[in-house]
């Protein structure tokens, strides 16, 4: 892939917590580089430090060390309020727990982003309701999450991921809580969204169902990457 195509990239990358007063190392030095439209998928055995590193390339949480550009910008050089800013702004977040707010309906939960970057509420909610057509729930608008099935609510997430146009969707085990079903109808539309919407995606998984459908599996082992491959 060409250079002119690297949306994301992570160069020495650490990070470590204190913990008993004693030092230990999750990360222990990530290069990783991350293409416009591509489905990255990290994986590895549990406490390599796969959500550890896609929350630092979501600017979630900062390094010990190294440095992280997204699209030539050097994330971790703002402070705490503007990195925020840049966050909502740039980056769209799916998590295992959906963390959806329980008092608001499924379309104030995919305009609150909207809102937050300083948009009009009329448009914020137009877009939300367009984004949760896409997802095939138009009869679930004014639904609480509580009055949704567990497929039902990750749509919405990644519907909210999608709100402020971002430049990078990262998502946490994005299937972890889900049956079968609504797990392979998930993986579809993350499929989609990177192959035919153009989005960039970088996955941390343990499915191997999900896996498969990247178009990168980046391998940590013992805190360093282990292998990267294309699929073919």
């Given amino acids: 892939m060409s250079e002119q195509n690297i949306l994301l990239q992570a ?30 998928v990290i994986v590895g055995p549990s406490g390599v ?17 190294g440095k ?11 402070d705490d309020d503007q990195l925020a800013q840049f966050r909502n702004k740039t980056a769209g977040f799916v998590f295992q727990f959906h ?8 379309l104030e939960n995919v305009a609150m982003p909207g809102m937050i970057a300083g948009r009009s509420r009329k448009e914020c909610f137009a877009k939300a309701e367009s984004l949760l057509r896409e997802m095939n729930l138009a009869d679930r608008l004014d639904h609480k999450p509580s009055e ?18 971002p430049q990078i969707i990262l998502a946490d085990e994005p299937s972890g809580n889900l ?31 999900l896996t498969g459908r990247g178009d990168r599996i980046v391998e ?13």
């Fill in 11 to 40: 160069s020495g990358i650490t990070k470590s917590y204190l913990m008993a007063r004693q030092e230990l190392p999750v990360l222990k030095g990530i290069d990783l580089s991350v293409y416009k439209g591509e489905m990255t």
């Fill in 49 to 65: 430090g796969k959500s550890t590193l896609l929350h630092i390339l979501g600017a979630l949480d900062r390094p010990t060390s």
């Fill in 68 to 78: 992280v550009l997204l699209d030539h910008t050097a994330v971790f050089d703002f």
């Fill in 99 to 106: 963390h959806l707010l329980p008092e608001f309906s499924a």
């Fill in 148 to 165: 949704l099935s567990g497929g039902e609510q990750q749509r919405v997430a990644v519907a909210r991921a999608l709100m402020n146009d």
């Fill in 179 to 209: 049956d079968m079903k609504s797990s392979e109808a998930l993986h579809e539309l993350l499929y989609r969204l990177a192959h035919e919407n153009g989005h960039t995606i970088v996955v941390a998984t343990h499915n191997r169902e």
């Fill in 220 to 232: 940590l082992y013992d805190g360093r990457i282990k292998n990267d491959s294309r699929s073919s």
